[in-house]
């Protein structure tokens, strides 16, 4: 191999701090954070990122993501982005979110902040329960899964449907670009990266609301194995929520 | 500047731009609605942000958000919105940031009404949310006052990284008055050190209420209180009306405060020495100085629009033994120089059975 | 076929065997070795098959795979 050299083809983001995280092993929260700081390498903007961590699992992200960061009270996410935004609007603005603090007690910040067109990324972990409190039934949970809140199984007559955040964010005229990915695997997983990309590059452009849900893994809440996990994203969270770009409006189209 | 005429919440408005205001973010709710309708156009005008938020709890929420990022923020609300603000408040108490928040009182609880009422002195002295701390309380008793407090408000929001509240009942965010306006301020370029600004060329800032282990979340708190002991030390306010020679003074608190001024005035006329202190500062509440008068007069009279809130901040500063009486309406019932005249009289009548 | 080497920061690596799963030369298995944090960290068992195609780099969860890929020389 005397024509070869050898080059650097992958490398942990420079937007990560070196911070060993707090996740369980097979977390997917670790991919979705690496696809971010991946994001913000790429387009250049670390170093005027300000990001805001939820309340869940993902409460200490501000000790991993190597950008100035703010921690939300549950929900509130979208709203501490706005104000930040709006009194600085030379930065850029993401925030972290599960499904717990988006789409139960903070479905009526992301409506709003979606709806106005604020000028930030949302970036939106879907693992149809709450990891934190320890399992219980989140507003994703799908019928007939067990969790400590819905131990016979989420019963609709009784808890109701789960919600379909992107598709029903994409109704809003202010949201410029709504995509659902997933982490399963790594064809899926390359996917939401670009997804990632294109939302802050509609930031950037100041198109509008963006955001990117990833459907993601709990393990240890869904008493799997971390591949055993990835599959169980396959066989029965795609289905009930179908992958690909819910909104994209033109502007962002001409990108 | 001229003294003008000026509705009390536009008035507030008006001096929270000229000391440098850089974003707004509140909802509708009487008695202080005029408050945000006079900035959405004052604001924008002036390229400044403003925005009419979803809720109080989004609006509170926002006023967080650009807070960490070290700009002049704030708010307004009444009773009930400050209710729903309380969580943010909490937060924002815990994180350090600097905020000022205006709250015109209504009557409560609950719906209650839209009539003026001190119905809150508990919530924002303290009560302003979950856990150990208190906000900067400033209690103005004219539109002049109301100005020059939350001109003041955003200076020691900054010095001590705190939530200054100013606080007024619906007379005064309603009622117009001449008031003459302070300068206007040049908009702040710099941020502080604790401010997030992007991770340009240092290492990245966290702003958080979590804590997670007992002794640093501890040490959080210890750091609240030393700082509360500065306010305590530094920033109480207070204004006296005729205490020197008082035989019966009159403890109460913006409109309230003049209101028995007033009736102090009306009861000398009729030969009762009557005196006013009226705290400007709720919290820091001016606990010694109260304590120092209550050695010179024969009884203190607690005048408050409610069932009696800072009556036990008054009992705190005289002791037990010291005869505080209290007369208080609830509901939105705005008491008359007249009411208040009444039980003056009446004490003074006691007081002169008591010397024969 | 394309020659590559990857790096594990073992004392990163939670043993959530997730690279493993999708390797496509199976190259990697479970050490007998706990790292600080208490977990068997994942090693590479036959270097010389690694491709670089870095599928393993794009699932681990706790970024502690770092990929190198031979390519052809550049003229100077």
Same mark, same amino acid.
């Given at each position: 191999m005397n024509n070869a050299e050898e080059k650097l083809v992958f490398e942990r983001p420079r937007s990560l701090t070196d911070a060993h995280t707090h996740y369980c092993p097979g977390c997917t929260h670790g991919i979705a954070h690496r696809l971010v700081a991946e994001a913000l390498d790429e387009l250049g903007l670390r170093e005027r990122t300000l990001g805001i961590a939820p309340v869940g699992c993902a409460v200490l992200a501000y000790y991993y993501f190597n950008v100035d960061m703010a921690e939300a009270a549950h929900g509130r996410a979208p709203a501490m982005a706005t104000g930040m935004k709006r009194a600085n609007p030379d930065k850029i603005l993401f925030t972290y979110q599960g499904d717990g603090d988006l789409a139960a007690i903070g479905a009526g910040e992301i409506v709003h902040a979606a709806g106005r067109g604020e000028n930030i990324t949302v970036i939106f972990i879907n693992n149809a329960i709450y990891g934190m409190t320890g399992g219980q039934m989140a507003p994703t949970t799908l019928e007939g899964q067990k969790t400590t809140s819905s131990p016979m199984g989420r019963d609709i007559s009784i808890a109701g449907h789960p919600l379909r955040m992107s598709e029903l964010l994409a109704t809003l005229d202010g949201a410029a670009y709504v995509a659902r990915g997933s982490l399963h695997d790594p064809k899926h997983i390359r996917r939401a990266k670009k997804a990632i990309l294109t939302a802050f590059k509609v930031q950037q452009a100041g198109l509008g609301f963006s955001m990117v849900e990833l459907l993601s893994a709990c393990g240890t809440n869904w008493k799997m194995d971390p591949v055993e996990a990835l599959g169980w994203i396959k066989d029965n969270m795609v289905p009930y929520f179908p992958l690909g770009d819910y909104k994209v409006t033109d502007a962002v189209k001409n990108l | 500047m001229a003294r003008e005429l000026w509705k009390g919440n536009e008035a507030l408005a008006e001096a929270s731009v000229r000391a440098g205001l850089v974003a707004y973010f509140g909802y509708p709710i009487t008695p202080q609605t005029e408050l945000l309708e006079y900035l959405s156009l004052r604001m924008v005008k002036l390229g400044r942000a403003f925005l009419q938020a979803e809720s109080e709890l989004a609006a509170i929420n926002m006023v967080y958000g650009a807070a960490c990022t070290g700009v002049r923020v704030m708010t307004s609300s009444s009773s009930p919105g400050i209710s729903l603000m309380q969580e943010g408040l909490s937060y924002i108490a815990a994180s350090e940031v600097p905020v000022v928040l205006v709250d015109i009182m209504r009557g409560g609880p609950g719906l209650g009404n839209i009539q003026p009422s001190q119905g809150d002195y508990f919530q924002v002295t303290r009560a302003a949310g979950h856990g150990d701390f208190h906000p900067l309380v400033l209690a103005p008793a004219t539109v002049q006052e109301a100005v020059d407090l939350v001109y003041l408000a955003f200076d020691l929001a900054e010095k001590y990284r705190t939530i200054v509240i100013v606080v007024a009942d619906g007379n005064i965010g309603q009622m117009m008055e001449p008031a003459e306006m302070p300068p206007m301020r040049k908009v702040k370029k710099d941020r502080p050190d604790w401010a997030l600004t992007g991770a340009d060329?240092?290492?990245?800032?966290? &702003?958080?209420?979590?804590?997670?282990?007992? #002794?640093?979340?501890?040490?959080?708190?210890?750091?609240?209180?030393?700082?509360?002991?500065?306010?305590?030390?530094?920033?109480?306010?207070?204004?006296?009306?005729? %205490? #020197?020679?008082?035989?019966?003074? &009159?403890?109460?608190?913006?409109?309230?405060?003049?209101?028995?001024?007033?009736?102090?005035?009306?009861?000398?006329?009729?030969? &009762?020495?009557?005196?006013?202190?009226?705290? +400007?500062?709720?919290?820091?509440?001016?606990?010694?100085?109260?304590?120092?008068?209550?050695?010179?007069?024969?009884?203190?009279?607690?005048? #408050?629009?409610?069932?009696?809130?800072?009556?036990?901040?008054?009992?705190?500063?005289?002791?037990?033994?010291?005869?505080?009486?209290?007369?208080?309406?609830?509901?939105?019932?705005?008491?008359?120089?007249?009411? %208040?005249?009444? %039980? %003056?009289?009446? +004490?003074?009548?006691?007081?002169?059975?008591?010397?024969? | 076929m394309a020659k590559g080497r990857i790096v594990i920061d073992e004392g990163r690596c939670k043993g959530c065997e997730l690279c493993i799963s999708v390797c496509p030369p199976e190259i990697l298995v479970v050490s007998s070795r706990l790292n600080e944090r208490g977990y068997l960290a994942v090693e590479v068992m036959d270097m010389d098959r690694c491709t670089g195609c870095s599928l393993c780099a794009v699932i681990c969860p706790d970024v502690c795979i770092t990929v190198y890929r031979q390519v052809p020389a550049r003229s100077r």
């Open positions: - | 060329g240092r290492e990245h800032r966290i &702003i958080t209420s979590l804590e997670l282990g007992a #002794e640093r979340l501890e040490a959080l708190n210890l750091r609240l209180q030393k700082k509360i002991a500065r306010i305590r030390q530094a920033e109480v306010r207070y204004q006296e009306h005729k %205490v #020197e020679d008082a035989d019966i003074l &009159i403890a109460a608190f913006g409109t309230m405060g003049r209101i028995s001024q007033t009736a102090a005035e009306m009861a000398r006329a009729k030969g &009762i020495k009557a005196g006013v202190f009226r705290p +400007i500062s709720l919290f820091p509440f001016p606990d010694e100085r109260l304590e120092e008068l209550s050695r010179q007069v024969s009884r203190i009279l607690v005048v #408050e629009m409610n069932a009696g809130q800072m009556l036990d901040d008054v009992r705190l500063a005289v002791g037990k033994d010291f005869p505080v009486e209290f007369y208080g309406r609830m509901g939105g019932v705005v008491p008359l120089p007249d009411d %208040v005249l009444e %039980v %003056v009289e009446r +004490i003074g009548a006691e007081l002169n059975d008591e010397q024969r | -």
